[in-house]
C-alpha cells in the first residue's frame, strides 16, 4: 500500500509475490536474509507495476518518491539471481543434484555421497567441476 497507494493493485502484487516465490521456492535455501529476499521480491513486483502503469499513462511519476538508484541495484540483483538459475540449469543433471542437496538442503560431503552412493571424492570432484563450469558461465555472460 504504501507504494502503490491502491488496495487492489497491492493485493495483485502480493499474491503475484506469492507464485514468484513459489516458482523460485528452491532459491530461498540459499538466501540468509529470507525475509528482506521476500520484501525486495515485493517491491520489484510493485515498481513493476508501476512502470505498467507508467505506460499506460495511469500514474504520475512523482507520486511514488521512487529513488532511480535503489530501482538499478534492484534490477542488478535480479539479473544476477536469473543469471545463476540459468547457469545452474546448464549444469549436468548428477551436479544439479549435487549443488542442490549442498546448498537447498545443506548437506555436507559424506552425506551426499551416502544419499547418491558416490564417493566423498567423487562429490568433491562434481562440486569442482559445477562451480568452474559455473564461474565460466557467470563470466561469460558478463561480458
Given at each position: 500500500?504504501?507504494i502503490l497507494?491502491?488496495?487492489?493493485l497491492?493485493a495483485?502484487?502480493v499474491?503475484d509475490?506469492?507464485?514468484?516465490?513459489w516458482?523460485?521456492?528452491?532459491r530461498?535455501?540459499?538466501?540468509?536474509?529470507?525475509?528482506?529476499?521476500c520484501?525486495?521480491?515485493?517491491?520489484?513486483?510493485c515498481?513493476?507495476i508501476?512502470?505498467d502503469q507508467k505506460?499506460v499513462?495511469?500514474?504520475?511519476?512523482?507520486?511514488?518518491g521512487i529513488?532511480?538508484?535503489?530501482?538499478s541495484?534492484?534490477?542488478?540483483?535480479?539479473?544476477?539471481?536469473?543469471k545463476?538459475?540459468?547457469s545452474?540449469?546448464?549444469?549436468t543433471?548428477?551436479q544439479?543434484?549435487?549443488i542442490?542437496?549442498?546448498?537447498?538442503?545443506?548437506?555436507g560431503i559424506?552425506?551426499?555421497?551416502q544419499?547418491?552412493?558416490?564417493?566423498e571424492?567423487n562429490?568433491?570432484?562434481?562440486?569442482?567441476?559445477?562451480?568452474a563450469?559455473?564461474?565460466?558461465?557467470m563470466d561469460?555472460?558478463d561480458e
Amino acid at each position: 500500500m504504501a507504494i502503490l497507494h491502491d488496495d487492489d493493485l497491492a493485493a495483485d502484487a502480493v499474491q503475484d509475490t506469492l507464485v514468484t516465490l513459489w516458482q523460485r521456492r528452491w532459491r530461498l535455501g540459499l538466501i540468509k536474509e529470507r525475509q528482506g529476499y521476500c520484501m525486495r521480491t515485493l517491491q520489484h513486483r510493485c515498481i513493476d507495476i508501476i512502470r505498467d502503469q507508467k505506460k499506460v499513462g495511469n500514474i504520475d511519476n512523482e507520486a511514488f518518491g521512487i529513488e532511480l538508484p535503489l530501482l538499478s541495484d534492484i534490477d542488478r540483483t535480479e539479473a544476477l539471481y536469473h543469471k545463476l538459475e540459468e547457469s545452474i540449469a546448464s549444469l549436468t543433471p548428477q551436479q544439479q543434484k549435487i549443488i542442490e542437496l549442498k546448498y537447498v538442503k545443506q548437506l555436507g560431503i559424506h552425506d551426499i555421497a551416502q544419499q547418491t552412493g558416490l564417493s566423498e571424492t567423487n562429490i568433491t570432484t562434481v562440486l569442482s567441476r559445477a562451480y568452474a563450469t559455473l564461474r565460466k558461465k557467470m563470466d561469460m555472460e558478463d561480458e
